[in-house]
Structures are given as structure tokens and as C-alpha cells.
């Protein structure tokens, strides 16, 4: 086929289809329609007189030429995209693209931003604060900063752990000192208790202190990150069950107080990106002050799994 015959607007939205294996997220990728998308796929179908979807029950598959040809179209718009980066890139400032999960943004990252700015006054950093699994591919963020409880990869995502993380109670030291003495893991009981997405984690902690819950379930408000959890517990709403390195500043300077050594695992923080060793050197930049930041948090104070 001549390139001036190219379907570039068909083949790009098979691309997308094809590279997220979902028609909506496609839509969703290129700020049009679903039925745009289809109707542009069924087009180049046509076009190829060849199936490149297979339609089942609420997903689609790539046949085998679906598969070549998208192996051909992400390398190829892959290209494209490095190329007119780069040349962006040189005709402006130096510029990083983030995408950070919600509570590593507000916790940790924003109140620490400036000290990247003052070390690399000439770049600017541009922030995306989204919890979904970035798509390295289409001129988006280059690098991603993201929790995972359990998953140490994403698909075609080069991902590098961070640290480590714990969660155990933490409350304001107002209300400690306001409130019934904690003398053992039961005590918490007295207190409200704020829950992060649901409540098996508050169960899973007394169960490890050795104060299994007998009766109802542990009560109290249920926020929807630990951003949220953390800020509750800082203003005296309940006791937290907080990640230990959110709140390393806050515990450090006494606003919250630790009443018991039992933490649980709590997962992981990840940095992400298509390649973390083809990085542009302004994203380098960013990604190695993050890992120096990550860094200063010691070990020993975030501590181990007991």
C-alpha cells in the first residue's frame, strides 16, 4: 500500500486498541468516541480484508495478524513519539513528566518538591497525580511512582522497588494524651479507629498483636487513601493504621506518637517507566533525587516485619 493510502487514523486506533486490549480505554487514550474507535478498527478490517479482534463476551483478543501488526505499529509509533519528544525537548526547558499514586503525592512528594527544584532550578517538573497503571507509550508521563501490595511488575514496564513498607497504629499525640491509656493492643478498641479502603487491615494487626478481635468487627470511619487516613488521625479523628514511611515527618516531630512496635507488611512504593535505563536526562535527574529522598528515610526507623 502507498503511504499516502496509509489509514494513519485507523492504524492508530488499533494501535491503542490493540496495545490495552479494551475499545473504551482506547476511547479513553485518544479523546474520542467508542464507537469511533470501533468503527474506525472495523474500517481497517475491511481495508486488510482480515480480522484483527477477536469479539468475545465483554473483552477482545488480537488474533495472530493483529498481533503482528501491532508489534510493527507500537515499535513504530514508539519511534515517532522519541523522535518528536526529543526534538521538544530541545527547542524548551527541560521538562520531567511524573505520574505519582494520590497519597505518595500529598504525603510525600509535594512537601518535598521544592528541594529537587533548588538542586535543578532549570528543570520543571509536570505531576499527574493518577492510582491507574500508566501507559508508558503516547506522549505521557515518563515516569511513575506507584504503591503495589503485591505485584513487583506491569506489563511492558520496567519497575524498580523503592521501599518497603509498613503500617501500624498511629494517633495524634493530643489525643494520646486526651485519651484512655494504651497499655495493651485491646486498649486501641477504646478509641475510634480509621480504616483505609476497608477494614481486614485493623483485623489483621490486632491479630498479630495477639488481640484478635471476639466480637464486631472493629468500627470507624473508612477513607478512601492514606493520605486521607493519616491527615484524619492528625487532627484527632481516631487512631490510624498508618504506613510508617508516610508519616516518618509527622512521627519524627511528635505531632503523631507510635503506641505499639507490632506493623504488618504493607507492600511496596515502585518507580516505573518504559526504561529506566534510557531515561532522558532530565527524568534521570528526577528519578535518582527520588531514590536519594527514599534514601533518607532510614531503614531502622521505618523498621521490620514482626
Given at each position: 500500500?502507498?503511504?499516502?493510502?496509509?489509514?494513519?487514523?485507523?492504524?492508530?486506533?488499533?494501535?491503542?486498541?490493540?496495545?490495552?486490549?479494551?475499545?473504551?480505554?482506547?476511547?479513553?487514550?485518544?479523546?474520542?468516541?467508542?464507537?469511533?474507535?470501533?468503527?474506525?478498527?472495523?474500517?481497517?478490517?475491511?481495508?486488510?480484508?482480515?480480522?484483527?479482534?477477536?469479539?468475545?463476551?465483554?473483552?477482545?483478543?488480537?488474533?495472530?495478524?493483529?498481533?503482528?501488526?501491532?508489534?510493527?505499529?507500537?515499535?513504530?509509533?514508539?519511534?515517532?513519539?522519541?523522535?518528536?519528544?526529543?526534538?521538544?525537548?530541545?527547542?524548551?526547558?527541560?521538562?520531567?513528566?511524573?505520574?505519582?499514586?494520590?497519597?505518595?503525592?500529598?504525603?510525600?512528594?509535594?512537601?518535598?518538591?521544592?528541594?529537587?527544584?533548588?538542586?535543578?532550578?532549570?528543570?520543571?517538573?509536570?505531576?499527574?497525580?493518577?492510582?491507574?497503571?500508566?501507559?508508558?507509550?503516547?506522549?505521557?508521563?515518563?515516569?511513575?511512582?506507584?504503591?503495589?501490595?503485591?505485584?513487583?511488575?506491569?506489563?511492558?514496564?520496567?519497575?524498580?522497588?523503592?521501599?518497603?513498607?509498613?503500617?501500624?497504629?498511629?494517633?495524634?499525640?493530643?489525643?494520646?494524651?486526651?485519651?484512655?491509656?494504651?497499655?495493651?493492643?485491646?486498649?486501641?478498641?477504646?478509641?475510634?479507629?480509621?480504616?483505609?479502603?476497608?477494614?481486614?487491615?485493623?483485623?489483621?494487626?490486632?491479630?498479630?498483636?495477639?488481640?484478635?478481635?471476639?466480637?464486631?468487627?472493629?468500627r470507624g470511619p473508612q477513607l478512601a487513601d492514606m493520605a486521607l487516613v493519616l491527615q484524619a488521625?492528625?487532627?484527632?479523628?481516631?487512631?490510624?493504621?498508618?504506613?510508617?514511611?508516610?508519616?516518618?515527618?509527622?512521627?519524627?516531630?511528635?505531632?503523631?506518637?507510635?503506641?505499639?512496635?507490632?506493623?504488618?507488611?504493607?507492600?511496596?512504593?515502585?518507580?516505573?517507566?518504559?526504561?529506566?535505563?534510557?531515561?532522558?536526562?532530565?527524568?534521570?535527574?528526577?528519578?535518582?533525587?527520588?531514590?536519594?529522598?527514599?534514601?533518607?528515610?532510614?531503614?531502622?526507623?521505618?523498621?521490620?516485619?514482626?
Amino acid at each position: 500500500m502507498k503511504r499516502s493510502r496509509l489509514p494513519l487514523t485507523a492504524l492508530r486506533s488499533f494501535e491503542a486498541a490493540g496495545r490495552l486490549l479494551s475499545f473504551s480505554r482506547a476511547a479513553e487514550e485518544l479523546f474520542v468516541s467508542q464507537a469511533a474507535i470501533s468503527r474506525q478498527i472495523r474500517e481497517l478490517e475491511t481495508t486488510l480484508k482480515t480480522s484483527l479482534f477477536l469479539r468475545l463476551h465483554r473483552k477482545v483478543e488480537l488474533t495472530e495478524t493483529g498481533h503482528r501488526l501491532l508489534a510493527q505499529l507500537t515499535r513504530s509509533f514508539d519511534a515517532v513519539d522519541a523522535a518528536v519528544s526529543e526534538i521538544l525537548r530541545a527547542s524548551g526547558p527541560p521538562t520531567v513528566r511524573v505520574s505519582v499514586e494520590p497519597a505518595l503525592a500529598s504525603s510525600w512528594l509535594i512537601p518535598r518538591l521544592d528541594r529537587f527544584r533548588q538542586l535543578h532550578p532549570d528543570i520543571d517538573v509536570l505531576i499527574d497525580v493518577n492510582p491507574r497503571v500508566v501507559d508508558f507509550h503516547g506522549g505521557g508521563p515518563e515516569i511513575a511512582l506507584r504503591y503495589s501490595a503485591q505485584s513487583t511488575s506491569w506489563p511492558d514496564t520496567d519497575a524498580e522497588r523503592l521501599r518497603q513498607l509498613f503500617d501500624t497504629p498511629v494517633l495524634s499525640a493530643s489525643l494520646a494524651r486526651s485519651g484512655p491509656p494504651l497499655a495493651r493492643p485491646q486498649d486501641l478498641r477504646k478509641y475510634t479507629l480509621l480504616h483505609e479502603e476497608n477494614r481486614r487491615y485493623w483485623e489483621k494487626w490486632f491479630e498479630k498483636a495477639g488481640a484478635p478481635e471476639r466480637d464486631t468487627p472493629a468500627r470507624g470511619p473508612q477513607l478512601a487513601d492514606m493520605a486521607l487516613v493519616l491527615q484524619a488521625a492528625l487532627r484527632g479523628h481516631g487512631v490510624a493504621l498508618g504506613c510508617l514511611f508516610l508519616a516518618h515527618d509527622d512521627l519524627a516531630s511528635g505531632a503523631l506518637v507510635q503506641p505499639f512496635e507490632t506493623r504488618i507488611g504493607a507492600g511496596a512504593y515502585w518507580m516505573a517507566a518504559r526504561n529506566l535505563k534510557a531515561l532522558s536526562e532530565p527524568a534521570a535527574r528526577f528519578a535518582d533525587w527520588v531514590r536519594a529522598e527514599f534514601e533518607k528515610v532510614p531503614p531502622l526507623d521505618i523498621g521490620n516485619e514482626r
